[in-house]
């Protein structure tokens, strides 16, 4: 079985995709919608990139401020993960992705950015898992 990592935002989901040993992230796929409130197709897609690859778990970015605090952005996220849970049946693991996103809005990113920061999301917890099981957590 194989992780997904996804990055929430407005416009864009950024999609990457664990190997069969979880060792490595891969960029997939960005789906996009053309309003931030419509989520019907993107979570179709999801659902369709889950059954494809195999997914058993999800790890969705959590956008938190550099402060430590939550604002709007994860708010919608934890409304997004709840959403998935419940349609996919998945469990789904937040992963707080500050340090990678310092300084830098999303509104400035280029597109391709959100793909790559869903595999950052995903290698992350992976190695967070390796690490884990190895008896020695490292970050």
């Known amino acids: 079985m194989r ?18 040993l979880l060792v490595t992230a891969q960029g997939i796929e960005i789906v996009r919608r053309k309003s931030e409130n419509k989520l019907r197709q993107t979570l179709a897609r999801i659902e369709e990139l889950i059954t494809e690859y195999e997914v058993d778990e999800i790890v969705l970015g959590y956008p938190k ?21 419940r349609r996919t049946g998945l469990d789904v693991q937040l992963w707080d992705k500050a340090m990678m996103e310092a300084g830098i809005r999303r509104e400035e990113r280029k597109e391709h950015v959100d793909r790559i920061a869903a595999v950052f999301i995903l290698q992350g917890y992976l190695d967070y898992l390796k690490n884990k099981e190895n008896g020695s957590i490292a970050f």
């Open 65 to 85: 401020n550099m402060n430590d605090t939550e604002g709007e952005r994860a708010e919608k996220t934890l409304a997004f993960q709840e959403m998935l849970e």
């Open 3 to 20: 992780k997904m990592g996804l990055d929430f935002g407005s416009k864009t989901v950024g999609v990457a995709i664990s190997d069969p």
